[in-house]
């Protein structure tokens, strides 16, 4: 019997709200879900390794693919390109692995349109956001990632980016940690229990319990 496919789930969130820490620990305790490695054209930072924090690509390359149709997403932020890989995710949600992309709400609409076309149906849109901004820009700071210039940027990208949270399906607010991970998991077990999933992954045990 071939598995039940997966779920896609967008987790999106304003820089420096915690995004990937969340999901990074949210991964590490589901053997269920898989994260999507996003192509870009920016520079390896220091500690980041190709093929496991995104897939470097040139940007000449960048651009094939989206000639190509490669892309189920793809955008540029901040003057660098992203883009995530249609073939991959089809293929993990074929497997019944559940696939999270960490993207923005203009990739995670895309996203969603895409799986409407491709099954019918739309993905799940998780929104996380910060206690306030003083504390975004607080975390900005101390990743020491950025100059101040850049952070300014951000600061300012990440108003644009909040405005859109009304478009997730739901919204976490990141101000405790540990409080933040236990909701982003409720979430993705509450997915999993609706009656359409279980009716898909349980309907020869649904067909006997009802046979006589």
Do not use: C
């Not at 053997?31 to 920016?42: C, E, G, I």
């Not at 399906?169 to 998991?185: H, P, R, S, T």
């Amino acid at each position: 019997m071939s598995p039940v496919r997966g779920n896609l789930f967008t987790v999106s969130a304003p820089s420096g709200a915690g995004k990937t820490s969340l999901v990074e620990a949210l991964v590490a305790t589901d053997n269920r879900l898989r994260v999507s490695v996003s192509h870009t054209t920016r520079t390896i930072r220091p500690g980041e390794v190709d093929g496991v924090n995104y897939h470097f690509t040139e940007s000449a390359n960048f651009e094939q693919m989206v000639d190509e149709g490669s892309f189920l997403e793809y955008a540029t932020v901040f003057g660098n390109a992203y883009g995530t890989s249609k073939i991959w995710v089809n293929e993990q949600l074929d497997l019944g692995f559940d696939v999270i992309l960490e993207i923005d709400w203009q990739g995670a609409h895309q996203a969603h349109e895409w799986l409407k076309a491709e099954q019918g149906s739309a993905g799940i849109g998780i929104f996380i956001l910060p206690p306030s901004l003083d504390a975004l820009q607080s975390r900005l700071k101390g990743r020491g990632q950025d100059g101040s210039e850049v952070i300014e940027q951000r600061m300012a990208a990440a108003v644009a980016e909040i405005s859109h949270y009304e478009q997730a399906d739901y919204l976490i607010i990141n101000d405790d940690f540990e409080v933040a991970l236990a909701d982003l998991k409720a979430v993705i077990l509450a997915t999993r229990q609706r009656l359409d999933q279980q009716q898909r992954q349980y309907r020869p045990l649904l067909d006997a319990l009802l046979a006589k």
